[in-house]
């Protein structure tokens, strides 16, 4: 059984290591190390971040970031959403996705943007379950491994906060 509990420091070792598969996977993200624990967690708001537990092991995490400082986008968030690869196919990201979506509307955010990588399939279908929508693409905004990479844009409006 799966169970959703706030992200802690302490749980910071297992946390950066499902991060670190993420950058492994060469799909989740452009960044090629995984940082330090100080500016990991300063990339994140101090809300909706949350770990999925099966048992008392650590199968993935979700966190909000903000995509601006300017007080006019205090509710609209970035989603991170990261399983570890041997949790995968668990529906886990799913689980995960659902409650930061509840999390985020908690906590008055009112729109939540994913950037995806376009050969991320597997991200697009969960996004697209959780209700979100495509609303563009970034052609070969930046490279990977000297490879340049498009990304697709997906947004998931609350029915409940900001309408």
């Known amino acids: 059984m799966i169970t959703i509990e ?26 090629t190390t995984v940082p330090e624990w100080p500016v990991f967690n300063a990339k994140y708001l101090p809300h909706s ?51 930061l979506v509840e999390e985020s509307e908690q906590n008055n955010v009112w729109s939540l943007l994913s950037v995806i990588h376009e050969e991320n399939r597997a991200s697009v279908h969960l996004h697209e379950q959780c209700d979100f929508r495509y609303i563009g693409y970034r ?7 000297g490879i340049w990479r498009t990304t697709v844009m997906m947004e998931r409006r609350s029915r409940k906060v900001g309408v």
């Not at 993420?22 to 989740?28: D, K, N, P, Q």
């Not at 048992?55 to 989603?79: F, K, M, Q």
């Open 6 to 31: 706030p992200m802690l420091a302490d749980q910071a070792p297992v946390l950066l290591d499902i991060y670190r598969q993420g950058i492994l996977s060469g799909m989740a993200t452009f960044e």
């Open 49 to 99: 971040r949350i770990v999925a537990k099966e048992g008392e092991e650590i199968t993935g995490w979700a966190a909000l970031s903000p995509v601006s400082s300017r007080d006019c986008y205090h509710g609209v968030a970035e989603v991170s959403v990261y399983v570890a690869q041997a949790h995968q196919r668990k529906g886990i990201g799913r689980i995960l996705l659902q409650a």
């Open 139 to 145: 052609e070969r905004i930046a490279q990977l491994d």
